[in-house]
């Protein structure tokens, strides 16, 4: 008795040879489509690659973007047109006078979805080209070096800086401290509290 895999197998074989599909084969590359041009994809990469010239893995991330970005749009474009043609074409009744209103009335949730792909495809692009800028602007930052050994702990002592003024107070070896009353500028309120 055959399994549900063998029973879809054999499905899908009866239904080709009924419909006369030809055979799904691998595509060379899948972000282009057996309508599309393999050339056009290849020279569209190398034209990115060798304006842009990128050093890192980073970068080579960002410009694929840019790149499927690019693409997307081209087929935005050529479905568009496509579009518009087979609406005009196929429908029964045409009018002369509107030739490219008619086709955006028929099918204007189509249009709609088409443009708002091409809007956010559009962002996606302006996005990946800001964050290709920045990149180069402010690069991430290489392997963590291995840390260097701590210093040995300082001690305090009266050299170092006093970290609220910044800056070591000089003291001579024989100095006695001096009263407030006998410098020359002193107030005579300070003179009043320490007496």
Same mark, same amino acid.
């Given at each position: 008795m055959p399994n549900k895999r063998e029973d879809d197998a054999n499905y899908w074989?009866? =239904?080709?040879?009924?419909? @006369?599909?030809?055979? *799904?084969?691998?595509?060379? &590359?899948?972000?282009v489509l057996p309508c %599309? +041009?393999? !050339?056009?994809?290849?020279?569209?990469?190398?034209?990115?690659?060798? *304006?842009?010239?990128p050093t890192r893995p980073e970068e080579r991330a960002v410009i694929d973007d840019i790149i499927y970005c690019e693409w997307i749009l081209r087929r935005i474009y050529r479905t568009e047109v496509e579009l518009n043609q087979y609406i005009y074409e196929y429908k029964v009744r045409t009018h002369p006078d509107f030739p490219l209103g008619q086709p955006a009335a028929e099918a204007y949730k189509l249009f709609n979805a088409l443009e708002w792909r091409a809007i956010s495809t559009r962002k996606a692009l302006r996005e990946a080209l800001d964050e290709l800028r920045d990149?180069?602007?402010?690069?991430?930052?290489?392997?963590?070096?291995?840390?260097?050994?701590? /210093? !040995? /702990?300082?001690?305090?002592? #009266?050299?170092?800086? &006093?970290?609220?003024?910044?800056?070591?107070? %000089?003291?001579?070896? #024989?100095?006695? /401290?001096? /009263?407030?009353?006998?410098?020359? &500028?002193?107030?005579? @309120? +300070?003179?009043?509290? =320490?007496?």
């Open positions: 074989r009866r =239904r080709q040879e009924r419909d @006369k599909l030809p055979s *799904h084969k691998q595509l060379e &590359n899948p972000c %599309e +041009d393999l !050339a056009a994809w290849q020279l569209l990469v190398s034209e990115y690659y060798t *304006h842009f010239q990149l180069r602007l402010h690069p991430l930052p290489g392997p963590i070096p291995d840390p260097e050994p701590e /210093p !040995a /702990p300082v001690t305090q002592t #009266n050299d170092s800086p &006093n970290p609220e003024i910044g800056f070591v107070f %000089e003291t001579c070896p #024989n100095s006695e /401290p001096v /009263p407030i009353e006998s410098l020359p &500028n002193a107030d005579p @309120k +300070d003179r009043m509290d =320490r007496g």
